[in-house]
């Protein structure tokens, strides 16, 4: 029982006041003595908004229909962490490092919210991305060798997502990677206390494991000729990042003390930078930026042989955002003095040219300067991260005047054919979108490669569950069709009958749902450590803890299912004329839960009204768009 004063359960309704009033007055006779209807009940799967904002489009109701135990292994014996990863890996080779440093759009976008809070995407992910590498998961075997061979320029999130996903393919794979080790971004402009090495390592070996030539050293451009790799390959991916960032816009910016924060992160990440001076002034409001000052409050500066607090502070160029997030609570909690809606002016320089203070100047939304408000802040190391661009060396013919490439929607870059590019050397982006380029670009040069016509891209370009392929994995593959002129095929099983996949088009929002289905759930968190600025110093250790199994199962049976089934029973049990069954158990599959007898349906929408994940629509019935 709801109990009103102390709610357990929404008690939204699908009616206004006064819609309840029919303007028909034999609907119960038409409901339990109508005989026929032109509107019965279709399954409709449409993409749900987790998945449709994820820029790497992961099957995240795919997933998380694994770990509450919808979606059974096909294989006997399979664990369903197994199974889960498997899904993962479709879209996205990387759950553990997206499971821990993505700013996981999907969960903003959560329909759940609407109910009582979004679901823990990330914490699902980071278990089962663990388990996989605790388990030595694989990824499946690549397809047969198709004789096509592409070379991936770089190896952040982009270029190994490409590179995985071509190999996964059948096609030969060489990675060219300037630097001694793999990784990128993610290894040298993110430290290993949110993104831990072992972590990272085995990711990408997993991916190189499936038979990818690395030559690490060479930088395309300046060691190898870029045309020398579009005459030995079919096709040329760049993912080479953004490599180069912005100098520090002010008078006397050269000063010895004064470096980019990618050079800063560089060192730490390659152990070359152990400790940082007194006072350390970071500018710019960039991830980089933030990245930075963690890792100087981490290391502290030493002083005689004592290792202690260095004074860190971000000179930030707007006024702080109304909802600080993550970064920058940390940061604060760190002891990280953050000072916003500031630019810098000029560099002041002691009698040596080393900085000894920055001049900054307040700014107004928008960037106009306000007269008289500089000051100087003294600093012992000003370090600069504002913007990115990416290094084109040898290779100027890329660049679009902004220091980015330009591609098409179908990520060719526009110069000349059979060069690819995808990540941040088109634009400042997230990982997950990085990781999303290289999926997509990978399905790109697949068409190009095999000589095929490149195909218009979807409007949700995300990772697209195939019922065929569910039903064959299961053993229950249609026949096929005969091509005879029959009526009455509504049982033959050359079809898949009563099944409409509209999520290539379609997504499905919170007013679809029978939100008042689902009792009210808390959240399950990740234990986060707190990190204060009394201990931050030499903190280099994880922040947040995996979930354990049975927390992971409760948080993915929190999810809603939106537009694919969850098989609740509802519309079995409120049908009136008793017209909707299970689907035997041994032909169930994925979407394939309930059937409709049309000869009982009278089309009275009730099982469409209980369904609490939007996936029954009225046949005949026109969906918005
Ligand atoms: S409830 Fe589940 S399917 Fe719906 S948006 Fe949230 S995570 Fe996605
Ligand atoms: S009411 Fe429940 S069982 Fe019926 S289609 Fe919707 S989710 Fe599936």
């Not at 909802?323 to 609570?329: A, I, R």
């Amino acid at each position: 029982m709801n109990d009103i004063a102390n709610p357990t359960q929404h008690t939204f309704r699908r009616f206004k006041d006064g819609e309840t009033v029919w303007d028909f007055s034999d609907l119960q006779t038409r409901i339990f003595e109508g005989e026929r209807t032109y509107k019965c009940p279709t399954y409709v799967r449409r993409t749900p908004p987790c998945q449709a904002i994820c820029p790497s489009g992961h099957d995240i109701r795919g997933w998380l229909s694994i770990a509450r135990g919808i979606d059974k292994p096909p294989v006997a014996g399979m664990p369903w962490q197994e199974y889960a990863f498997q899904r993962m890996a479709a879209a996205n080779p990387f759950p553990a490092l997206i499971g821990r440093i993505c700013p996981a759009q999907c969960q903003k976008s959560c329909n759940r919210d609407k109910v009582d809070d979004f679901i823990g995407i990330n914490s699902v992910e980071h278990y089962v991305g663990d388990w996989a590498i605790a388990h030595k998961l694989k990824l499946p075997a690549p397809a047969e060798a198709t004789g096509k061979s592409v070379a991936v320029v770089g190896s952040g999130p982009a270029a190994l997502s490409a590179a995985c996903y071509l190999r996964l393919k059948g096609h030969a794979i060489t990675i060219y990677e300037a630097r001694d080790k793999l990784g990128g971004m993610t290894r040298y402009g993110i430290s290993s206390h949110r993104l831990p090495r072992d972590v990272l390592d085995a990711e990408i070996q997993r991916i190189l494991d499936l038979g990818i030539t690395v030559v690490t050293g060479k930088k395309v451009g300046v060691d190898i000729p870029l045309a020398e790799l579009e005459s030995k390959f079919d096709a040329v991916f760049l993912g080479v990042g953004a490599q180069k960032c912005a100098p520090l816009d002010a008078q006397g910016a050269d000063a010895p003390n004064s470096m980019s924060g990618l050079a800063f992160l560089n060192a730490f990440n390659e152990g070359r930078l152990q400790d940082v001076p007194a006072r350390v002034l970071v500018v710019g409001e960039t991830d980089i930026a933030l990245e930075v000052a963690a890792v100087a409050r981490r290391l502290g500066h030493v002083e005689g042989a004592k290792r202690q607090n260095a004074q860190v502070t971000i000179v930030y160029g707007r006024p702080l955002p109304r909802v600080l997030g993550d970064k920058l609570e940390h940061l604060l909690a760190e002891g990280v003095q953050i000072r916003p809606s500031l630019a810098p002016v000029a560099v002041v320089a002691d009698d040596t040219g080393r900085a000894k203070a920055l001049r900054v100047v307040e700014v107004e939304r928008g960037g106009k300067r306000r007269p008289n408000t500089e000051v100087d802040i003294e600093c012992d190391l000003i370090v600069t991260a504002t913007g990115q661009s990416g290094d084109f060396a040898g290779m100027t013919e890329l660049d679009n005047g902004s220091g980015q490439m330009t591609v098409d929607g179908l990520y060719r870059w526009t110069g000349r054919p059979g060069i690819f590019a995808g990540g941040e050397v088109l634009r400042p982006l997230n990982v997950n979108r990085a990781v999303g380029h290289g999926r997509i670009a990978a399905q790109v040069i697949d068409q190009y490669v095999r000589g095929e016509t490149m195909e218009k891209r979807p409007a949700f370009d995300v990772y697209q569950f195939d019922m065929l392929a569910e039903l064959e994995q299961r053993g229950l593959k249609p026949a096929d069709y005969h091509h005879r002129q029959e009526s009455g095929t509504d049982t033959a099983n050359f079809a898949v009958h009563n099944f409409e996949d509209r999520s290539a088009n379609l997504d499905v929002s919170a007013s679809d749902l029978f939100l008042g289905h689902f009792a009210l759930e808390p959240r399950v968190e990740r234990i986060e450590r707190p990190i204060t600025a009394e201990t931050v110093l030499g903190d280099f250790g994880e922040r947040i803890s995996a979930l354990a199994e049975e927390q992971v199962v409760a948080e993915a049976k929190r999810c809603m299912s939106c537009g694919s089934c969850m098989e609740c029973d509802n519309c079995i049990i409120y049908c009136p004329k008793v017209a909707v069954e299970r689907v035997p158990e041994e032909l169930r599959a994925v979407g394939r839960y309930v059937t409709t007898d049309y000869a009982k349906c009278v089309g009275c929408h009730i099982c469409k009204d209980v369904c609490p994940s939007g996936y029954i629509q009225m046949g005949l019935e026109r969906i918005k768009a």
